[in-house]
């Protein structure tokens, strides 16, 4: 990754770490992936070589710098989803200034509504929003996922009744490995 696109989300790291302890309201901080989860992101991107992303829940476009950089790099699209048109204009302009916003399409709504018009076939689909409508999202998309898709979601650890529901369903999907990875931001 260049030094002025590492630079960038570093910058967002820190305005989102400020951001989010001066906010009160839980629906209006940024809420960003911790770098080494964001970072482990691109590299299965990368290295599984996937071309159709979907991300669920955009917030200020941080993760999805690095999905957009780490699909660029083999050919790949972004659509990312969030209901918050706030923060979409933010993720519309980081995106922008790092150079990478032709490789998203971002889509402002209630995901689970916008999943439903989707076409895919997708064969990365990253979880970030809200958990407890995950599950009705994921039956919504199944028969628009790839053979090999990777199915992803933060916060299993940190919320964990919240996430249930989705665990389950992906547990209970056959022929698909399930497996929780406890990532430390060092």
Same mark, same amino acid.
């Given at each position: 990754?260049?030094? $002025? ?14 951001? *989010? /302890?001066?906010?009160? =309201?839980? +629906? $209006?901080?940024?809420?960003?992936? &911790? ?10 991107? #990368?290295?599984?070589? #996937? ?20 699909? $660029? ?28 916003? =032709? ?6 709504? *209630? ?19 809200? #958990?407890?409508? +995950?599950?009705? %999202? ?17 916060? +299993?650890?940190?919320?964990?009744? &919240?996430? /249930? ?5 992906? %547990?209970?999907?056959?022929?698909? *490995? ?9």
């Amino acid at each position: 990754m260049e030094t $002025r696109l590492r630079q960038l989300l570093t910058e967002l790291e820190k305005a989102g770490r400020r951001h *989010d /302890a001066q906010e009160p =309201d839980h +629906a $209006r901080k940024m809420l960003n992936l &911790e770098q080494a989860t964001a970072h482990l992101l691109s590299i299965m991107v #990368r290295s599984s070589r #996937r071309t159709r992303l979907l991300e669920i829940g955009t917030s200020n476009g941080y993760s999805t710098i690095w999905l957009a950089w780490a699909a $660029r790099s083999i050919g790949g699209q972004v659509i990312s989803i969030d209901r918050d048109e706030h923060k979409l204009a933010l993720a519309d302009a980081n995106l922008r200034q790092a150079g990478l916003r =032709d490789v998203v399409e971002l889509i402002c709504g *209630d995901a689970t509504q916008v999943v439903a018009d989707l076409t895919g076939p997708f064969d990365f689909v990253f979880f970030d929003a809200d #958990r407890l409508s +995950a599950p009705s %999202q994921l039956a919504l998309l199944l028969a628009k996922l790839t053979a090999d898709v990777l199915l992803l979601a933060d916060n +299993a650890l940190s919320h964990p009744q &919240e996430i /249930a529901a989705y665990l389950s369903a992906v %547990q209970a999907l056959p022929q698909f *490995d399930y497996l929780v990875i406890p990532i430390v931001d060092v």
